[in-house]
Nanobody, 119 residues
Framework: VQLQASGGGLVQPGGSLRLSCAASGNIASINVMGWYRQAPGKRRELVASDTSGGSTNYADSVKGRFTISRDNAKNTVLLQMNSLKPEDTAVYYC??????????????WGQGTLVTVSS
């Protein structure tokens, strides 16, 4: 399974960015897709996640500003980030918890995309 993330970049405070992540591979289903981030000197933290059933979970710091959505048919997850703040600056990683046709499960990570919020 490969996770291809895109959409990072430099944005001014108050601006918006949209991250996209597409999963490819011979898998039966994706149970959870999400986004994590890691700022310099800090631990990786959950930003948002979305289950195959449509349940979403957000970090308190992004609630009301970020929206996660999935296209299950395309195995894609999007993260719409609005009202960005300098403290949102981090490398953002896509994450997918997949199930194979053998019923085994595994978690995969994308390569990371840098989001910089600065004036």
């Amino acid at each position: 399974v490969q996770l291809q993330a895109s959409g990072g970049g430099l944005v001014q405070p108050g601006g918006s960015l949209r991250l996209s992540c597409a999963a490819s591979g011979n898998i039966a289903s994706i149970n959870v897709m999400g986004w994590y981030r890691q700022a310099p000197g800090k631990r990786r933290e959950l930003v948002a996640s979305d289950t195959s059933g449509g349940s979403t979970n957000y970090a308190d710091s992004v609630k009301g500003r970020f929206t996660i959505s999935r296209d299950n048919a395309k195995n894609t997850v999007l993260l719409q980030m609005n009202s960005l703040k300098p403290e949102d600056t981090a490398v953002y990683y896509c994450n997918a918890d997949v199930t194979y046709y053998s019923n085994s499960r595994k978690v995969y990570w994308g390569q990371g995309t840098l989001v910089t919020v600065s004036s």
